[in-house]
Protein backbone atom coordinates (compact mmCIF):
# COMPACT_ATOMS: atom_id res chain seq x y z
CA UNK A 1 0.00 0.00 0.00
CA UNK A 2 0.98 3.38 -1.24
CA UNK A 3 1.56 6.89 1.65
CA UNK A 4 -0.55 9.34 1.33
CA UNK A 5 0.78 12.48 0.79
CA UNK A 6 -0.24 14.89 4.02
CA UNK A 7 1.84 17.70 2.95
CA UNK A 8 2.97 18.59 -0.82
CA UNK A 9 5.89 20.83 -0.09
CA UNK A 10 7.01 20.94 3.72
CA UNK A 11 9.23 24.27 2.72
CA UNK A 12 6.18 26.31 2.48
CA UNK A 13 5.07 25.73 5.83
CA UNK A 14 6.05 28.21 8.88
CA UNK A 15 8.23 26.63 11.67
CA UNK A 16 4.74 26.50 13.89
CA UNK A 17 2.33 25.38 10.96
CA UNK A 18 5.42 22.16 9.95
CA UNK A 19 5.40 21.64 14.46
CA UNK A 20 1.27 21.12 14.39
CA UNK A 21 1.58 18.53 11.55
CA UNK A 22 4.41 16.85 12.96
CA UNK A 23 2.48 16.21 16.34
CA UNK A 24 -0.09 14.35 14.05
CA UNK A 25 2.07 11.19 14.07
CA UNK A 26 5.25 9.53 14.69
CA UNK A 27 8.16 10.66 12.82
CA UNK A 28 11.16 9.01 11.88
CA UNK A 29 13.51 11.08 14.29
CA UNK A 30 10.65 10.13 17.08
CA UNK A 31 11.35 6.27 16.10
CA UNK A 32 14.69 5.82 17.63
CA UNK A 33 13.63 7.53 21.18
CA UNK A 34 10.62 5.83 21.45
CA UNK A 35 12.44 2.75 21.08
CA UNK A 36 15.12 3.86 23.73
CA UNK A 37 17.87 4.55 21.18
CA UNK A 38 18.61 7.81 21.14
CA UNK A 39 21.12 9.39 23.77
CA UNK A 40 19.28 13.02 23.42
CA UNK A 41 15.37 12.02 24.32
CA UNK A 42 13.03 9.86 25.45
CA UNK A 43 9.57 8.54 24.97
CA UNK A 44 8.54 10.82 27.27
CA UNK A 45 9.60 13.52 25.57
CA UNK A 46 8.31 12.58 22.86
CA UNK A 47 5.20 12.10 24.14
CA UNK A 48 5.14 16.00 25.90
CA UNK A 49 6.20 17.15 22.16
CA UNK A 50 2.92 15.43 20.80
CA UNK A 51 0.78 16.57 23.21
CA UNK A 52 2.48 20.15 22.92
CA UNK A 53 3.39 20.13 26.75
CA UNK A 54 6.19 22.43 26.94
CA UNK A 55 9.45 21.14 28.40
CA UNK A 56 12.37 23.00 26.77
CA UNK A 57 14.79 26.00 28.29
CA UNK A 58 15.20 27.22 24.93
CA UNK A 59 12.48 28.25 22.18
CA UNK A 60 12.88 27.50 18.89
CA UNK A 61 14.10 30.69 18.10
CA UNK A 62 17.05 30.16 20.01
CA UNK A 63 17.96 26.98 18.18
CA UNK A 64 17.45 29.09 14.90
CA UNK A 65 21.30 29.42 13.80
CA UNK A 66 21.71 25.51 14.33
CA UNK A 67 18.55 24.41 12.18
CA UNK A 68 19.38 27.01 10.03
CA UNK A 69 22.78 25.25 8.79
CA UNK A 70 21.74 21.94 9.50
CA UNK A 71 19.08 22.45 6.41
CA UNK A 72 22.16 24.43 4.52
CA UNK A 73 24.78 21.31 5.00
CA UNK A 74 21.63 18.96 3.72
CA UNK A 75 22.21 19.98 0.54
CA UNK A 76 26.00 20.48 1.04
CA UNK A 77 25.91 16.50 1.56
CA UNK A 78 24.39 16.05 -1.56
CA UNK A 79 26.33 17.96 -3.48
CA UNK A 80 29.73 15.87 -2.01
CA UNK A 81 28.12 12.57 -2.57
CA UNK A 82 26.87 13.49 -6.07
CA UNK A 83 30.59 14.57 -6.61
CA UNK A 84 32.15 11.11 -5.15
CA UNK A 85 29.54 8.88 -6.25
CA UNK A 86 28.96 10.34 -10.43
CA UNK A 87 27.10 7.16 -10.92
CA UNK A 88 24.19 8.43 -8.77
CA UNK A 89 21.69 11.52 -8.81
CA UNK A 90 19.63 12.98 -5.85
CA UNK A 91 16.38 14.46 -5.84
CA UNK A 92 15.16 16.24 -3.19
CA UNK A 93 11.71 15.38 -1.57
CA UNK A 94 9.86 18.09 0.29
CA UNK A 95 6.77 16.15 0.88
CA UNK A 96 5.22 15.13 4.53
CA UNK A 97 3.99 11.41 4.10
CA UNK A 98 1.48 9.42 5.83
CA UNK A 99 1.28 5.35 6.35
CA UNK A 100 -1.41 4.13 3.54
CA UNK A 101 -3.56 2.12 6.76
CA UNK A 102 -1.55 3.75 9.99
CA UNK A 103 -2.60 7.45 9.95
CA UNK A 104 0.40 8.24 12.74
CA UNK A 105 2.86 6.90 11.11
CA UNK A 106 4.33 9.66 8.66
CA UNK A 107 7.67 11.04 7.87
CA UNK A 108 9.92 13.55 6.42
CA UNK A 109 12.74 12.54 3.39
CA UNK A 110 15.73 14.47 2.80
CA UNK A 111 15.45 12.65 -0.50
CA UNK A 112 15.47 10.54 -2.94
CA UNK A 113 19.27 8.51 -4.58
CA UNK A 114 18.74 7.00 -7.72
CA UNK A 115 21.21 4.69 -9.33
CA UNK A 116 21.50 5.54 -12.84
CA UNK A 117 23.05 2.44 -14.12
CA UNK A 118 20.21 0.53 -12.98
CA UNK A 119 17.82 3.15 -12.21
CA UNK A 120 17.01 1.60 -8.60
CA UNK A 121 15.93 4.15 -6.03
CA UNK A 122 16.33 4.53 -2.20
CA UNK A 123 15.59 6.96 0.49
CA UNK A 124 18.17 9.18 1.22
CA UNK A 125 19.18 10.79 4.63
CA UNK A 126 21.81 12.99 4.70
CA UNK A 127 24.08 13.55 8.50
CA UNK A 128 27.03 15.71 9.82
CA UNK A 129 28.98 14.86 12.35
CA UNK A 130 31.72 16.29 14.52
CA UNK A 131 34.84 14.14 14.65
CA UNK A 132 34.35 12.24 17.80
CA UNK A 133 31.11 10.59 16.75
CA UNK A 134 32.24 9.82 13.49
CA UNK A 135 33.15 6.51 15.03
CA UNK A 136 30.04 5.37 15.20
CA UNK A 137 29.73 5.10 11.83
CA UNK A 138 32.69 2.65 12.23
CA UNK A 139 35.57 2.83 9.47
CA UNK A 140 35.37 4.37 6.53
CA UNK A 141 34.26 0.63 4.20
CA UNK A 142 32.40 -0.74 7.12
CA UNK A 143 27.94 -1.33 6.75
CA UNK A 144 27.83 0.34 10.67
CA UNK A 145 24.92 2.70 10.89
CA UNK A 146 24.33 4.40 14.38
CA UNK A 147 21.85 2.92 16.01
CA UNK A 148 19.19 5.81 16.22
CA UNK A 149 19.62 6.45 12.51
CA UNK A 150 19.12 3.04 11.28
CA UNK A 151 15.59 2.97 13.11
CA UNK A 152 14.85 6.00 11.78
CA UNK A 153 15.91 4.96 8.38
CA UNK A 154 13.89 1.56 8.84
CA UNK A 155 10.74 3.71 10.09
CA UNK A 156 10.71 5.52 6.91
CA UNK A 157 10.55 2.18 4.85
CA UNK A 158 7.95 1.31 6.55
CA UNK A 159 5.67 4.28 5.96
CA UNK A 160 6.86 4.67 2.35
CA UNK A 161 6.70 0.73 1.48
CA UNK A 162 8.07 1.32 -1.94
CA UNK A 163 11.66 1.15 -1.37
CA UNK A 164 14.05 -1.64 -0.69
CA UNK A 165 16.64 0.32 1.48
CA UNK A 166 17.97 3.28 2.84
CA UNK A 167 21.24 4.97 2.00
CA UNK A 168 23.10 7.19 4.15
CA UNK A 169 25.35 10.20 3.78
CA UNK A 170 27.02 11.46 6.57
CA UNK A 171 29.87 14.74 6.35
CA UNK A 172 31.97 14.68 9.03
CA UNK A 173 33.34 17.97 10.05
CA UNK A 174 36.68 19.40 11.18
CA UNK A 175 39.32 16.97 9.31
CA UNK A 176 39.93 15.12 6.04
CA UNK A 177 36.13 15.73 5.13
CA UNK A 178 36.72 13.68 1.85
CA UNK A 179 38.49 10.88 3.43
CA UNK A 180 36.11 10.98 6.45
CA UNK A 181 32.87 11.01 4.32
CA UNK A 182 30.73 8.44 5.19
CA UNK A 183 28.18 6.27 2.42
CA UNK A 184 26.21 3.48 3.91
CA UNK A 185 23.44 1.46 2.83
CA UNK A 186 20.74 -0.64 4.90
CA UNK A 187 17.91 -2.82 3.17
CA UNK A 188 14.95 -3.14 4.31
CA UNK A 189 13.97 -5.88 7.09
CA UNK A 190 10.11 -6.79 7.59
CA UNK A 191 11.02 -8.12 10.95
CA UNK A 192 12.37 -5.02 12.49
CA UNK A 193 9.60 -3.00 10.53
CA UNK A 194 7.08 -5.20 12.48
CA UNK A 195 8.86 -4.40 15.84
CA UNK A 196 9.06 -0.91 15.48
CA UNK A 197 5.52 -0.84 14.36
CA UNK A 198 4.50 -2.29 17.55
CA UNK A 199 5.99 0.01 19.76
CA UNK A 200 5.45 2.92 18.16
CA UNK A 201 1.28 2.03 18.02
CA UNK A 202 1.32 1.12 21.75
CA UNK A 203 2.95 4.69 22.06
CA UNK A 204 0.40 6.50 20.19
CA UNK A 205 -2.85 4.52 21.25
CA UNK A 206 -1.88 3.83 24.55
CA UNK A 207 -0.39 6.94 25.67
CA UNK A 208 -0.49 9.84 23.32
CA UNK A 209 -4.55 9.27 22.94
CA UNK A 210 -5.33 8.13 26.23
CA UNK A 211 -2.35 10.80 27.47
CA UNK A 212 -0.65 8.37 29.80
CA UNK A 213 2.88 9.43 30.30
CA UNK A 214 5.29 6.34 29.08
CA UNK A 215 7.42 4.52 31.46
CA UNK A 216 11.30 5.41 31.70
CA UNK A 217 13.24 2.85 30.42
CA UNK A 218 15.91 2.12 32.84
CA UNK A 219 18.89 3.11 30.56
CA UNK A 220 17.27 7.00 30.28
CA UNK A 221 18.68 9.90 31.49
CA UNK A 222 16.53 10.66 34.34
CA UNK A 223 18.41 13.68 34.97
CA UNK A 224 18.10 15.52 32.39
CA UNK A 225 14.36 14.56 32.29
CA UNK A 226 14.20 15.65 36.03
CA UNK A 227 15.48 19.36 34.35
CA UNK A 228 12.88 19.51 31.93
CA UNK A 229 10.24 18.97 34.21
CA UNK A 230 11.27 21.96 36.07
CA UNK A 231 11.17 23.72 32.46
CA UNK A 232 7.68 22.47 32.25
CA UNK A 233 6.22 23.63 35.66
CA UNK A 234 8.51 25.96 36.48
CA UNK A 235 8.90 26.98 40.28
CA UNK A 236 5.95 26.70 42.94
CA UNK A 237 6.86 26.91 46.64
CA UNK A 238 3.48 25.18 46.90
CA UNK A 239 3.47 21.88 49.78
CA UNK A 240 1.51 19.37 47.67
CA UNK A 241 0.21 16.28 49.88
CA UNK A 242 1.75 13.14 48.77
CA UNK A 243 -0.41 9.98 48.35
CA UNK A 244 1.31 7.10 50.04
CA UNK A 245 2.53 4.95 47.38
CA UNK A 246 5.09 6.96 47.30
CA UNK A 247 6.48 5.65 50.69
CA UNK A 248 8.45 3.36 49.54
CA UNK A 249 10.36 5.33 46.99
CA UNK A 250 11.10 8.02 49.52
CA UNK A 251 12.20 5.15 52.24
CA UNK A 252 14.43 3.91 49.50
CA UNK A 253 15.73 7.45 48.38
CA UNK A 254 16.65 7.99 52.42
CA UNK A 255 18.85 4.89 52.22
CA UNK A 256 20.74 5.56 49.18
CA UNK A 257 21.27 8.69 50.73
CA UNK A 258 22.66 7.16 53.92
CA UNK A 259 24.82 4.91 51.66
CA UNK A 260 26.22 7.54 49.02
CA UNK A 261 27.13 9.68 52.52
CA UNK A 262 29.02 6.36 54.12
CA UNK A 263 30.97 6.30 50.62
CA UNK A 264 31.93 9.61 50.69
CA UNK A 265 33.14 9.14 54.08
CA UNK A 266 35.09 6.34 53.49
CA UNK A 267 36.45 8.22 50.16
CA UNK A 268 37.59 10.91 52.00
CA UNK A 269 39.81 8.72 54.06
CA UNK A 270 41.16 6.70 51.63
CA UNK A 271 42.17 10.13 50.38
CA UNK A 272 44.08 11.07 53.69
CA UNK A 273 45.38 7.41 53.80
CA UNK A 274 46.90 8.05 49.64
CA UNK A 275 48.25 11.19 51.07
CA UNK A 276 50.31 9.76 54.17
CA UNK A 277 51.55 7.11 51.63
CA UNK A 278 52.63 9.75 49.63
CA UNK A 279 54.32 11.90 51.99
CA UNK A 280 57.82 9.94 52.69
CA UNK A 281 58.19 8.90 49.22
CA UNK A 282 57.59 12.97 47.99
CA UNK A 283 59.97 13.92 50.18
CA UNK A 284 62.54 11.53 49.77
CA UNK A 285 61.89 12.42 45.81
CA UNK A 286 62.62 16.58 46.06
CA UNK A 287 60.30 17.38 43.63
CA UNK A 288 62.06 14.71 41.03
CA UNK A 289 59.99 12.04 38.98
CA UNK A 290 60.67 7.88 40.92
CA UNK A 291 60.78 4.65 39.67
CA UNK A 292 61.00 1.22 41.23
CA UNK A 293 61.97 -2.46 39.83
CA UNK A 294 61.85 -5.30 41.96
CA UNK A 295 62.92 -7.35 38.64
CA UNK A 296 59.35 -8.74 37.92
CA UNK A 297 57.34 -5.06 37.58
CA UNK A 298 58.21 -1.45 37.82
CA UNK A 299 56.69 1.31 39.44
CA UNK A 300 56.22 5.36 38.26
CA UNK A 301 55.63 8.08 40.05
CA UNK A 302 54.94 11.80 38.34
CA UNK A 303 53.19 14.80 38.90
CA UNK A 304 50.61 14.95 36.70
CA UNK A 305 49.09 18.55 36.31
CA UNK A 306 45.43 20.25 35.57
CA UNK A 307 45.17 23.84 34.37
CA UNK A 308 42.21 25.65 34.37
CA UNK A 309 40.96 29.34 34.37
CA UNK A 310 38.84 30.93 36.94
CA UNK A 311 38.73 34.73 38.69
CA UNK A 312 38.57 34.98 42.49
CA UNK A 313 34.74 36.06 43.81
CA UNK A 314 37.21 38.88 45.54
CA UNK A 315 38.29 40.86 42.15
CA UNK A 316 34.83 40.07 41.04
CA UNK A 317 33.50 42.06 43.90
CA UNK A 318 36.20 44.90 42.88
CA UNK A 319 35.14 44.34 39.14
CA UNK A 320 31.45 45.05 39.78
CA UNK A 321 32.14 48.42 41.83
CA UNK A 322 34.95 49.61 39.50
CA UNK A 323 33.74 48.97 36.07
CA UNK A 324 30.19 47.86 36.79
CA UNK A 325 28.98 47.69 33.09
CA UNK A 326 32.09 45.79 31.91
CA UNK A 327 30.94 43.03 35.28
CA UNK A 328 27.50 43.07 33.54
CA UNK A 329 28.47 42.55 30.34
CA UNK A 330 30.46 38.93 31.10
CA UNK A 331 29.10 38.03 34.13
CA UNK A 332 26.23 35.25 33.91
CA UNK A 333 23.87 33.60 36.87
CA UNK A 334 23.51 29.89 36.63
CA UNK A 335 21.04 28.58 39.06
CA UNK A 336 21.37 24.81 40.24
CA UNK A 337 18.63 23.15 42.21
CA UNK A 338 18.62 19.43 43.92
CA UNK A 339 15.99 17.77 45.65
CA UNK A 340 16.46 17.12 49.57
CA UNK A 341 14.35 14.31 51.52
CA UNK A 342 13.59 14.55 55.09
CA UNK A 343 11.33 11.86 57.39
CA UNK A 344 10.47 12.95 60.88
CA UNK A 345 7.99 11.73 63.40
CA UNK A 346 4.20 12.93 63.39
CA UNK A 347 3.52 14.34 66.04
CA UNK A 348 0.97 11.32 67.48
CA UNK A 349 4.07 8.88 67.20
CA UNK A 350 5.65 11.45 69.64
CA UNK A 351 3.29 11.66 71.74
CA UNK A 352 2.87 7.36 71.73
Known amino acids: MKPNVLVRDITELSRSEWLAMRRKGIGGSDCPKILGFSKFSSPLEVYWDKLNIPHEKYSDDDRWVNKRVGQILENVVIEVFEHLYPDWKVIRDHRMYQHGSLPWMIADLDAIAIHKPTGKQYIMECKTC ?162 LSDGQSSYFISEKTRSSSSIKSDDLQKMMIEDHDLYMKYVSYNESGYWTVEKKADKWDEVI
Open 130 to 291: NQRALQDWGPKNSMVVPLDYEFQGRHYMAVMNQFDGVLYACLALGGDMQSDFRVRLIMRDLEKEKILVKEEMDFWINHVNKRIDPSLSPSADVARIIRKIKNRYGKNDADVPLPLKFQNQLDEILQIDAEMKELNRKRENLKKRKEHLLYPILNYLQGANGY
